[in-house]
């Protein structure tokens, strides 16, 4: 590994939070002379809390809606999904499920509820790490994030999965918008110092009020489009609470938002996608 890259990456690891360094991130961005294509999704499952043992939001227990979601995901042909409300039971019968098909990286042991899933034939892992960003009531949680190497061009991939909070608990506007800088400080400065494709997936259980402020800068656009140009009025574009946003690097194309009836029988959000292809 070069001088000057191994000092990039260990200002990160001060940055971000403490990582290892492993000899496959040596490879750049620049391997990827034959374009690499690929989906990339979100996901909120509805955690296993809301339904099991109580019934009063009209969906089977989890068990029932993991196997289900499983299928959508197959269905939307999925090679990397930002996982919410995956929690410990799902997740446990998801790997019964796909065994070494799919690895996985949540941040914690015990706490699953955000989770980046990828195809192993599709992309190996060269580093996992976490960011901590304010949940209900300001309390900071650990999001996950990955440096993923594609096994067909060697190029280095970053994803980043979050879950800001809802009102559900009272007002947490003020929360949200603190996750927001810190999700954007995060994939802005894994772009500058890189120069590699970060992705953000998540449910940011907010529409233009994170789209706007987040794409400000300039670094990261929706895979639904909309434009946020400087000196100019933001033009976010109509969409839900569940996001995917890539840097320049990334091409989206093809987005898809999946309420089909699968989906409705198997969370309270659709599954969001997009076909990608690397600059």
């Known amino acids: 590994m070069s001088r000057p890259l191994r000092a990039v990456l260990l200002s990160l690891a001060v940055t971000l939070g403490s990582f290892s360094v492993?000899?496959?991130?040596?490879?750049s961005h620049e391997a990827a002379h034959s374009a690499d294509e690929f989906v990339i999704a979100s996901f909120n499952i509805l955690g296993a809390s809301h339904t099991d043992g109580?019934?009063?939001?009209?969906?089977?227990?989890?068990?029932?809606?993991l196997y289900r979601a499983i299928k959508a995901?197959?269905?939307?042909?999925?090679?990397?999904?930002?996982?919410?409300?995956f929690q410990l039971s799902q997740r446990n019968r998801f790997v019964a499920r796909v065994g070494g098909a799919w690895g996985l990286h949540s941040g914690y042991s015990h706490n699953t509820d955000n989770t980046i899933a990828w195809r192993t034939d599709r992309f190996a892992l060269v580093d996992s790490w976490t960011r901590r960003v304010p949940y209900f009531h300001g309390r900071m949680r650990k999001m996950p994030i990955v440096a993923l190497r594609s096994r067909e061009t060697n190029l280095v991939i970053y994803v980043m999965n979050v879950h800001n909070p809802a009102d559900s608990k009272g007002n947490?506007?003020?929360w949200r918008r603190k996750a927001m800088?810190?999700?954007?400080?995060?994939?802005?400065?894994?772009?500058?110092?890189l120069h590699a494709p970060v992705f953000l997936t998540g449910d940011m259980n907010d529409r233009e009020d994170f789209f706007c402020p987040f794409t400000g800068n300039g670094v990261m656009h929706s895979f639904l489009g909309g434009s946020n140009p400087p000196g100019a009025s933001c033009a976010p574009p109509r969409s839900g609470i569940d996001w995917i946003f890539g840097n320049q690097y990334v091409e989206f194309s093809s987005p898809q938002i999946?309420?089909?009836?699968?989906?409705?029988?198997?969370?309270?959000?659709?599954?969001?996608?997009?076909?990608?292809?690397?600059?």
């Open 54 to 65: 109580r019934h009063d939001r009209g969906f089977d227990r989890s068990g029932v809606r």
């Open 181 to 193: 800088r810190i999700e954007r400080k995060v994939t802005s400065r894994l772009t500058e110092q």
């Open 22 to 27: 492993l000899p496959a991130a040596s490879a």
């Open 172 to 174: 947490a506007e003020r």
């Open 73 to 85: 995901l197959r269905r939307s042909q999925a090679d990397i999904v930002g996982l919410q409300e």
């Open 258 to 279: 999946d309420r089909s009836w699968l989906v409705a029988r198997t969370s309270d959000h659709p599954i969001v996608s997009a076909h990608v292809r690397l600059r």
